[in-house]
Each structure stands twice: as structure tokens, then as C-alpha cells.
């Protein structure tokens, strides 16, 4: 991310032009415990590439992480996408559920230290 995140959880978000491309996003980053769980869900995208106004079905990925994980999970988002340029947008959890977000804490490891 070129902005770093303070806050204590986010969603990250992505999209991937395949329903089984997502899951396997999905899986790899959840088994590397960057994220909490990931929701994947069919949209319609509408977008300027190369030039022109392409239209495509996509698959969301939401994934619900740490806010310290943010930079760490959106790199390694970029690593295992094939997009040349990937959405990868992380916005700030405001609020939530207390229970959920101590699960989404304790599904999630700890900030690797550089």
C-alpha cells in the first residue's frame, strides 16, 4: 500500500475475472492467516483499459484483517494476482460487532517484524 493504515481492522478488496481464481485467493491468503475470512461474491465491472470502456464479470474478494496486516496482505495479493494492474483497496473498519472483531483479532496472526 502507498498509504500506511493505523487503524485496528480493515477490508481489503480485490477482484479477479474468475469465480474459482477468488476462492484459491481466498484460501491461500486466509490459510496464511493475513485475513480473518474472505466473502466472494459475482460483479459487474465497468472500467477504462487501454483506452477503452471494457465491461467484464468479475469476482469480489473481501477479505476482514488487522489493520497492521493491511500492507502485508495487500502485497502478497499483488504477488499471487494475475492482473497486470489489480484492484487492491483497503478501506477502515469504523465499527463492528465486539465478538466479531476479537474473532477477526484471534484468526489473524501476529505482524511479522521486519
Known amino acids: 500500500m502507498t498509504t500506511p493504515y493505523s487503524g485496528a481492522y480493515a477490508v481489503l478488496t ?13 484460501a491461500r491468503v486466509i490459510d ?3 485475513a480473518a475470512c474472505a466473502q466472494v461474491y459475482p460483479v459487474h465491472s ?7 470502456v471494457e465491461r467484464a464479470r468479475e469476482w469480489r474478494v473481501d477479505f ?14 499483488g504477488e499471487l494476482h494475475d492482473y497486470d494492474v489489480p484492484e487492491i483497496v483497503a ?3 469504523l ?5 466479531y472483531l476479537e474473532w477477526v483479532a484471534e484468526q489473524t496472526r501476529e505482524a511479522r517484524v521486519s
Open 91 to 93: 478501506v477502515p473498519v
Open 46 to 52: 465497468v472500467y477504462r483499459w487501454e483506452g477503452k
Open 95 to 99: 465499527a463492528g460487532s465486539p465478538a
Open 14 to 26: 480485490t477482484t479477479t475475472d474468475s469465480e474459482a481464481k477468488a476462492d484459491e485467493l481466498a
Open 32 to 34: 496464511e492467516r493475513l
Open 64 to 77: 476482514k484483517t488487522r489493520g497492521e496486516l493491511v500492507d502485508e496482505l495487500a502485497a502478497r495479493v
